[in-house]
């Protein structure tokens, strides 16, 4: 009969075998070089600043990060500042606490990215605000890496006030990878 593999047999084979390439790709191994991660994460912050027509679905992200400016993205920090626009602004001109909120979800995102090459999404989300920021105050969103366990990682935000360096908000948050597991082999024993 000499060496058959069942067809079953095979897929696995070849699906082990293009496993770790995928892992690599995904996580910012070998296959992603650190610089392609922090330009990605730059690009991906700087883009979600500009307008879109509402055809996109990154829309939702053009909102809050109006005009931003990137400073920094790049081994799991994002840094990053923009002035508060009106539209994001409450009856007293304060800076909307939900869009201060969105804007500091998105440098998270951007932080992970640069040194993971991909974005995740919320899992777990915790912000406290301390003093508001006014319409027209340029503000700065510094946003960093804490920790990774397996998908997830932990990220935080300082939001301040450029000119004065009051403290506006702190957020921490998990966030964790959208793509499902992959299929591991099962053994029969």
């Known amino acids: ?5 069942s067809r079953s047999q095979s897929k696995r084979q070849c699906a082990a075998a293009r496993r770790p390439n995928q892992s690599r790709l995904r996580m910012g191994g070998p296959a992603t070089p650190p610089s392609r991660m922090a330009a990605g994460a730059r690009k991906w912050l700087e883009e979600a600043g500009v307008a879109f ?6 829309a939702f992200n053009a909102l809050p990060l109006t ?11 994002a840094v990053c500042s923009l002035r508060v626009p009106a539209e994001l602004t409450d009856a007293e001109g304060n800076w909307h606490p ?3 909120a969105a804007a500091a979800d998105d440098v998270c995102a951007a932080a992970i990215m640069s040194v993971e090459g991909i974005i995740k999404v919320s899992v777990h989300y915790d912000i406290s605000y301390f003093s508001p920021a006014k319409y027209h105050e340029e503000v700065e969103l510094d946003g ?9 990682t932990a ?18 948050q998990w966030m964790s990878t959208t793509r499902p597991k992959e299929p591991q082999a099962s053994s029969k024993l």
């Open 1 to 5: 009969m000499g060496s058959s593999i």
């Open 53 to 58: 027509d509402g055809s996109d679905r990154r």
């Open 98 to 100: 939900g869009a201060i």
């Open 144 to 152: 960093r890496v804490v920790e990774q366990k397996g998908k997830m």
């Open 67 to 77: 005009g931003v400016r990137v400073s920094l993205a790049e081994g799991g920090r």
């Open 155 to 172: 990220v935080t935000v300082e939001i301040r006030k450029k000119d004065s360096g009051e403290l506006v908000a702190i957020g921490r």
